[in-house]
């Protein structure tokens, strides 16, 4: 089992910033894929910047805005977000899989207990 703790949402006025760390721990034998997705009450929830092997995909909303950065040796992710807007806000949970597809699919095997992000116009 892979555990996944997020940090660092709270809330912001519109064109504000606020960074997400994830780290991972427990059975990590190899390199596993990280990424962000988000939910807000009664939407599926979506993927919002992922890395496919060392490259990196966001979602078209998000492009330009928010920045994912991964470190493997030590199994953390982070979402730097910037100009955010009133429609980010959301519940953002961290992923994660051995299969870096798994993630492009939105199907991880693995999420954290997800972070609060509000955005107030």
């Known amino acids: 089992q892979v555990q996944l703790v997020e940090s660092g949402g709270g809330s912001v006025q519109a064109g504000g910033s606020l960074r997400l760390s994830c780290g991972a721990s427990g059975a990590i034998y190899r390199r596993i894929c990280m990424g962000w997705f988000r939910q807000v009450p009664g939407k599926e929830r979506e993927w919002v910047a992922v890395?496919?092997?060392?490259?990196?995909l966001y979602t078209a909303s998000v492009e330009g805005r928010f920045t994912i950065s991964q470190d493997s040796a030590k199994n953390t992710v982070t979402l730097q977000m910037d100009s955010l807007k009133p429609e980010d806000t959301a519940m953002y949970y961290c992923?994660?899989?051995?299969?870096?597809?798994?993630?492009?699919?939105?199907?991880?095997?693995?999420w954290g207990q997800g972070t609060q992000v509000t955005v107030s116009s």
């Open positions: 890395y496919n092997h060392d490259t990196p």
């Open positions: 992923a994660a899989d051995r299969l870096c597809s798994a993630l492009v699919a939105g199907t991880p095997a693995y």
